[in-house]
């Protein structure tokens, strides 16, 4: 039981601002070995999303909501996940060996591609997310998005080996959380009772095995930017995914 709460303690801590590290001394090979728990990371954070979206519509246009929803996400994550998308972008977009899109996803400083790749994923979600609040079944889509962003994460480091040679806490991440994260993740979607949502759950899938497949055959696995690009898209999918239900 206290190697599952310090586990849970770690994947907060990893993929949050939630400053759970001032009560529980982590090291990396905690973080390594937290990674099952990422969904429920995910669901947390799209608990605590909606539940701001409701103390705010009934006072601000769904617009507005919209954008300060996207604002939290960054604070809740400190954008992580946006992070890992732009240096990605930069990556793939402007290097053209291994070694060159490696060394580029390194660097600290955003480029072209990063900065649009950036503008079009704030931009997609906060009309998806305008779209959604404006009508009445917006809670399910914002919790299962981020939940099922980062079941993606499970899905590409069970995949694919680590791409760089120094050492990560990517490493330690591997199929044993996937199982574990998976079953959490169908049972949440079970409770929904909805098939929208295994819609979704399918399209994060599709998304994960294309990516996998560009990752694999471009750096010859993942790195923590690849896996971070990859739940940032996926979770942007699955709001696109409702608002096509609701058009």
Do not use: N
């Amino acid at each position: 039981m206290r190697k599952a709460v310090r586990s849970l303690a770690a994947a907060i801590a990893f993929l949050t601002r939630i400053p759970v590290g001032r009560w529980v001394d982590l090291s990396s090979e905690d973080v390594s070995r937290s990674e099952g728990w990422f969904p429920v990371v995910g669901l947390l954070v799209g608990q605590i999303e909606c539940a701001v979206a409701w103390l705010l519509l009934p006072h601000l246009p769904a617009a507005v909501t919209a954008v300060l929803l996207v604002v939290l996400d960054v604070l809740l994550t400190g954008a992580l996940h946006y992070d890992g998308l732009a240096d990605s972008a930069d990556g793939f977009g402007g290097g053209k060996s291994r070694d060159d899109i490696l060394r580029i996803m390194r660097d600290h400083a955003i480029g072209s591609y990063g900065g649009v790749a950036l503008v079009l994923a704030v931009g997609m979600k906060i009309a998806a997310l305008a779209a959604l609040l404006g009508g009445a079944a917006w809670p399910r889509p914002l919790i299962a998005a981020p939940m099922l962003g980062r079941w993606a994460i499970l899905l590409l480091s069970a995949a694919l080996p680590y791409a760089r040679q120094t050492a990560s806490v990517v490493v330690g991440m591997g199929r044993k959380a996937l199982v574990w994260g998976s079953l959490f993740t169908a049972a949440v979607l079970l409770a929904y009772r909805d098939p929208l949502v295994w819609i979704a759950a399918a399209v994060v899938l599709a998304i994960a095995a294309i990516l996998g497949l560009y990752y694999r055959r471009r750096i010859g696995g993942v790195t923590g930017d690849t896996l971070g690009a990859c739940a940032e898209i996926g979770e942007i999918a699955v709001l696109v995914v409702f608002v096509w239900r609701a058009g």
